[in-house]
């Protein structure tokens, strides 16, 4: 079982920046994929990035390649979103979620666990 707590949302202008986190329990964090989906009001839940176990693999969608990058420190257990050039189409809840194979993947049905998420908003 992993549990994931998201940390670091909030309110900021357009143009500006967020660093999202995302905390996991259990002593396996590094044999676990990571991911980050966002879910805006009346949509559904998309894929943002993804890193594998190791940290060397990272895919992101094409909506923010370039403005957004995931990262993770597996001796923390952690997993990072640093957002840079925010716009106001990025305001959505963020989760993060864990894959059990290691193995990095953009569609939500292939991972196990998810964070309850950690909101931001990005004005105009």
């Known amino acids: 079982q992993v549990q994931l707590v998201e940390s670091g949302g909030g309110l900021v202008q357009a143009g500006g920046s967020l660093r999202l986190s995302c905390a996991a329990s259990g002593r396996t964090f590094s044999s676990y994929a990571m991911g980050w989906f966002r879910q805006a009001p009346g949509k559904e839940r998309e894929f943002v990035s993804t890193?594998?176990?190791?940290?060397?693999?990272?895919t992101s969608a094409d909506s923010v390649n370039g403005r957004f990058t995931i990262s993770r420190d597996n001796a923390k257990s952690t997993v990072y979103l640093q957002m840079n050039g925010l716009k106001p189409e990025d305001t959505a809840v963020y989760y993060c979620?864990?894959?059990?194979?290691?193995?990095?993947?953009?569609?939500?049905?292939?991972?196990?666990?998810w964070g309850r998420g950690t909101q931001v908003t990005v004005s105009s």
């Open positions: 979620a864990a894959r059990g194979l290691g193995l990095r993947s953009s569609r939500l049905r292939d991972y196990d666990y």
């Open positions: 890193i594998s176990g190791s940290g060397l693999w990272t």
